[in-house]
Each structure stands twice: as C-alpha cells, then as structure tokens.
C-alpha cells in the first residue's frame, strides 16, 4: 500500500454500461487517483477519491500553455479472477521522459504503479470480463498555477482515470486504409514528439479529419525535415516486413517511444526475425511493392495492439498490401501478444504485472 | 450590446492590488466572460458572470490532447478618461485562423469584441492608469468534451479573463540578452507555429529555461527544416535594422503574424522606412555586425510592444548589437506605438477602437 494514501469510497455507484456497448473512453470508473505538487513541496496528499470534476482556476496554466503529460495502458482481467497488467512501469518511466521534456516535475515511477495498484483494487469490479475488452488506465499530470507568464508551474495535479474500453476489434483483426500526409507535419527533430504531451495530438487533428473526409481511417506522418521518412501512423509505431526483414523506423527523436513497439520487436527477435531499426523512406515501400517484397504493414498502440494496414495512399498512388488482407505475422503476433495480456499464453519475459486478484464473488 | 448576454454582478469585490506592484498576469478582474459551445447548436448562453473556477470533468479532452487557442491583447486608460483597445478585431479574426488549424469552431469576431466591451465596462475600475500599466485580455477557447478518442472535441467553452499589468519597462526600454536555440525547435512549416495553441508554449519552455540558466532573457528560435533561418523571440517577432532597411522574417506557416509586427511594418513603411519581409539567416546578422550594418535588433509583441536586443549568443559566439543599448528607430516605435495606444498621439490608421467611458466618479 503507497504511503499515506488516503482512500475515500464513492457512496453511491454508478450504474454500469452494457458491455457490448463500451466503445473508447466513454465511460469512467467510480474513483480516480489524485496527487498535488507545489514547489519547494515536491508531491503530496495521494489519494483515491470518488470520480468528480476537476476544478481550476481560469488562469491555470495548462488551459494556456499545455503544460501536460500523459500516459495510457490496459488492465486486463485473467479468467482466473486476477487483474494484470501490461509492463506498468514502461509507462511511468516514459512519464519522467515526458516531464523531463514538458518541465514538469518527475514522480517515483514505483509509486505510481502502487497507486495504480490501489485504484484498480477499489474499482476492479468495472474490469470488463467478456472477450478482447479490457480498462483503460490515462495517468495524466496538468499545470494548475493560476498565473499567465510563459513558465513552467509551480504547481500540478497527478490524476488517474479508468474507462471500461470494448475490444478494438469486435469482428476479428481489421486492415485499416492509411493516408500519407505530405501537407502537414505531427513533430520534427527538437521538437516535443518523443513526449507524451498534449500540444503533439492537437497538432495531428486536422489532417486527420482531412484523411477521414477521404475515406481514410488514419494518416501515416512523413518527417518534417526532408517530408519523406516514415514515423507514425496515427498514434501508432509503424512497422514494414520486406523480403522477410521486418522494419521500424528508428527512435530518432520525434516519434513516441511505444511499449507495444518495443515489445514487437523483442517478440520478433525471439522467435528469430532480423529487426532493422532505420530510417525509412516512404518511396521505397513503393519500390518494394513493385518488386513484390512488401509482405506486410501494421501500426502498434495500446489500444489496438496491432492494427494492420491494407492500403497506403501517397500523393494519390494507391498501394495495396498482401491484398487488403491481415498478414500471417500481424495476425499472430495479434494472437500471441493478447494471449500473454489475457494471461493465456506463457510471459516468456515477465511483462505482466498482477495489480489484483478478484474477490470470488467478484470472479464469477 | 450583445443580443441574448447575460450579465451577472459579483456580490463582493475582490481587493485591488497596488498598482506597483501588479508583475504580469498574478490578478484578475472580478467579472469574466463566458460562452459554449455544442455541436448541432453551436455557441450559446454568452454571459458576463464573477470570476469563478471552470469545473470541468477530468476527461475533458483540453486536459488530454490540447485543443485549445488563446488571444493576448491590452486595454489602455488615457488621460481623459477613455478606454482604448488595440486593433482587437485583429486579435479575433487571427483566433479564427488559429481555430481552423485546431479544428476548433469558428467565433463571430464582432460579437466577441462586442462580448469583451460588455466585460470591460462591467470591470472598468480595474483599468490601471499608473505610465505604463494597462489591462491584458485573455481570450481562449477550450474543448471540454469528455471523451479520450483522439479526435475534435464536440463542446468548448470560450472565455476572456482580464488581469491588470505593470509597466513592461518600470525603468525605461531596456535591451535583452538572447540566446539563439541550436538544438530545441519551437514548430516546423506544416505544424501548428501559426495558430496560438497552448502545445506550442508547452514545447518552448525547456529551451527557454536553459538559456536562463546561462544569463538570457529569451531564446531566438532558429526554423526546424533548416537550423539557421531566423523564426521568432520567444513570444515576440523579431526585426532587424541593417544599412537602414528594415527586415523581419516573412510569415512562413511556422512563426505567429504578430499584430504588432503588423502594426510596426505599417508604421515603418509610412515613415518611409524600406521593410523586407524574408527568409533571414543567423549567420547574416554576424556578416552584417562584421561589416559595421546590423545597427539595431528588436522584439515585438502585445506585452512588451518592442523589446530591443543588445546581445545575441549563437554557439557561444557573442554579437553585441548598437553597445547593447536601446536604438533610437527601437525607441522611436516604442515611443510612438505606445503613444497611439495610451491616446496621447495621433491615430493615423484609425487602430484604436474604444470599449467604454469612464464614469466621472471612477476617472477621478
Ligand atoms: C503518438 C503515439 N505513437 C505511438 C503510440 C504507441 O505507444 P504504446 O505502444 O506505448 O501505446 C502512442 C500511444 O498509444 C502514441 O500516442
Ligand atoms: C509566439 C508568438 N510570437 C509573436 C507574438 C507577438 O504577437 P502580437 O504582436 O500579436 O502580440 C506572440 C504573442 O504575443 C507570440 O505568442
């Protein structure tokens, strides 16, 4: 149990949606998890409260400056009534890197999962049961300071929330169509794209919507120096299996640090695949087409996992991969990385970590 | 007035702060406007109510993903007993061009003016009439929607706050030391450097608190394609004077089109002055210094109006500019923008635009 963490229980509950209809990040768990920061203080007063609004001052800092992190990983909850979750403290580790970045101050990465931990244990009767749904966990930190010199704050809130979240893929694994931005740029060398901060997806809203409007279910992002190198696909890592290599562009400063990259790649390594962490230019996926090796195209996030793509559209050229159809590999590093998540499949590399165990009632 | 504005007067008043000691934005006014914002309804419910703290749900996608704008602009108090804003049509329509980029509703920018007249002559005895001190308008607008999928919001909420501020120069225009960012990039053409977004102050801060650590008021941004065209100071534009032209970096998507800017290049150019607006190099400042041209350097910006440069740092090579000290064309444009905007000097382009008239009582 984290130090001095005061819990106070929620007195009514809400009610619980169907889940069949979860969707993302619709509906929120009875508590929240919720810390200050005051300099010369540094972090204090944890606590698990019932969930309930926020209340800042006009002038706070993060409606102005976007002084703000955050996170976002999944509790998964076993059929043998325990709760796991995936590899916790990548995600408060990339935290500090974050506030590192945004200037806002670091917190103990071990103590965030503790807190985690007490959180899910309050609410783990929202943990959705049926399959592929899962709780979405956002750890977040804003700037609250109610003052509008351009600086960093002198104070903070560290918030968790939780939402039930329906499978990402109700009907089986998906190829989704991508569009090559060449217009607008997410981050570039130097910038904050390496951060989890919030300024970097207010910034990818546009050219969004655009690739809606034409039928696309998200942009791949080209480098804002030379417009031509890959870096993501939407809020996912990208990667590329070519003449049986498969590729990932390389964490050159821009692009998010994904969990779900790095354990792709760790899981391809061990089952024997050649990874190449490199600069990728878009033209040569289409070269590599044309020579008929691009075998297989998939983003990776917390959220889908693993999202294969069908088709690319760059500049109006239209590539199609293995047809439009979810290649062998996405499918099965699919299957084996939410059969470990589930628990049903071995954790060859300890990456689960238990944040509870059901009470039997609980469990069904 | 408004149509359909609602004025709610604060019960008490807070105590106002001595006019010496006001710094920038520490207080606000006792009243603040509001007005939000639906999908399908569009803005409604435009109200004038006190000061109060934003309640919002900890999902609010301003929290998460940063789709937010502000504004920045100043009332002034003249002599006679007038309060004057600055061009704030300009302040409204460059919110509009920030939204669009946000892929944030459209605002009506006559109305807003309207809304913030209505606001300034409810609050019109927090104007500050000490030399030098004013009244900073903070308009913004936040998205409120509490949802986590990373896509625009369906509500915000639009908001002007006023905080009174102390002269810029307490002591006279005072020149800056500058340090010229290598590594950290504020924007890139095809990312958000145009719009004022909050994620583009966030981005800024680390850079900014390292030069201070090395003895410099503010960093110069250097573009992020390139690494040597000039962009903007801090939250100024920039111009120089060498051989007697004027120049400023050209509006080239990833710096902010300054109303100041706008109105010095205006003022420039009716003076007879020859003002180039275009790609400039660093490494031309430091040809120019060599060859005895670069005879003046300034910011600008609502805050400070103009703030000249005595110093630059570029990769530890130090050009010192006029001995450091305020040039006569720096002082001549201050003198004359402030002149204007305090209603002390003639108007010649008609920029002022009045919000209210004192009351015999409150003008003393
Ligand atoms: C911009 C961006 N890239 C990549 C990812 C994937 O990271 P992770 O695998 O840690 O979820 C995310 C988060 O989901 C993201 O927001
Ligand atoms: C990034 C940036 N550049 C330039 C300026 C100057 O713009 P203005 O003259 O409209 O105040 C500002 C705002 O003050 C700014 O935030």
Redesign the interface.
Known sequence: MLEGLQIERATTKKVKPEESKLG???Y?TDH?FIMNYEEGKGWFNPRVIP??????????K???????I?EGLKAYRTKDGRVLLFRPEKNFLRMNRSNE???VPELDPNKAVEALKQLIQVDQDWIPSEEGNSL?I?P?V?ATQ???????STEYMF?I?M?PVGAYYPEGVNPVKIYVES??????????GEAK??????????A??LAKDKGYTQVLWLD??H?KYIEEV??MNVFFKIGGVIHTPALSGSILDGITRNSIIHLLRHWGYEVEERAIEIGELYEASKQGKLEEAFGTGTAAVISPIGELNWQDEVLVINNGKTGELSQKLYDTLTGIQKGELEDPFGWMVQAAVFDSQLAK
Chains 1, 2 share one sequence.
């Not at 969930?51 to 706070?60: H, S």
């Not at 993060?62 to 703000?68: A, I, K, M, P």
């Not at 109610?146 to 960093?152: D, N, Y």
């Not at 901060?197 to 546009?206: E, F, P, Q, V, W």
């Open positions: 993302f990040g619709n929120y929240m969930y309930q609004p926020i209340v800042l001052d006009p002038a706070a993060v409606f102005h400056y976007g002084q703000t955050f970045r945004l200037s979405y956002r977040y804003i109610a003052q509008l010199g351009v600086a960093p918030i929330i939402s217009d607008y740029v997410r981050s570039v060398k130097g910038g904050v901060t919030a300024g970097n997806y207010a910034a990818g809203l546009k969004q919507e804002g120096v417009r939407g809020s």
